[in-house]
């Protein structure tokens, strides 16, 4: 299983970003899918959580009704539309297969990463 995401990239603060994922076979189809996010010096932290059908979905207080996230199965894609960014959400983006049906919030629940975007929001 390969995930790749992309969609970073430089932005100005209060502007706006779509990170995408795609997932290479149908494995996490059936399976939740989230974003993570890691700044420099600080722990990789949960940020976005989807369920396998898009039914359901988790966010991070810091992020909560700034940021969505949703999911094409039909494209086994997974997407975060980042708005109001601030300076504070500058860091790499990851996304992974979660290893249930849902999206819980430890990364240890979690077994298929992306390499990771770069996020940059200038203030």
């Known amino acids: 299983v390969q995930l790749q995401a992309f969609g970073g990239g430089l932005v100005q603060a209060g502007g706006s970003l779509r990170l995408s994922c795609a997932v290479s076979?149908?494995?996490?189809?059936?399976?939740?899918m989230g974003w993570f996010r890691q700044a420099p010096g600080k722990e990789r932290e949960f940020v976005a959580g989807?369920?396998?059908?898009?039914?359901?979905?988790t966010y991070s207080d810091s992020v909560k009704g700034r940021f969505t996230i949703s999911r094409d199965r039909a494209k086994n894609t997974v997407y975060l539309q980042m708005g109001s960014l601030k300076f504070e959400d500058t860091a790499v983006y990851y996304c992974?297969?979660?290893?249930?049906?849902?999206?819980?919030?430890?990364?240890?629940?979690?077994?298929?990463w992306g390499q990771g975007t770069q996020v940059t929001v200038s203030s």
């Open positions: 989807v369920s396998w059908n898009g039914a359901s979905t």
């Open positions: 076979k149908r494995t996490g189809s059936n399976n939740g």
């Open positions: 992974a297969v979660s290893r249930t049906s849902y999206s819980p919030t430890a990364s240890v629940q979690y077994n298929y």
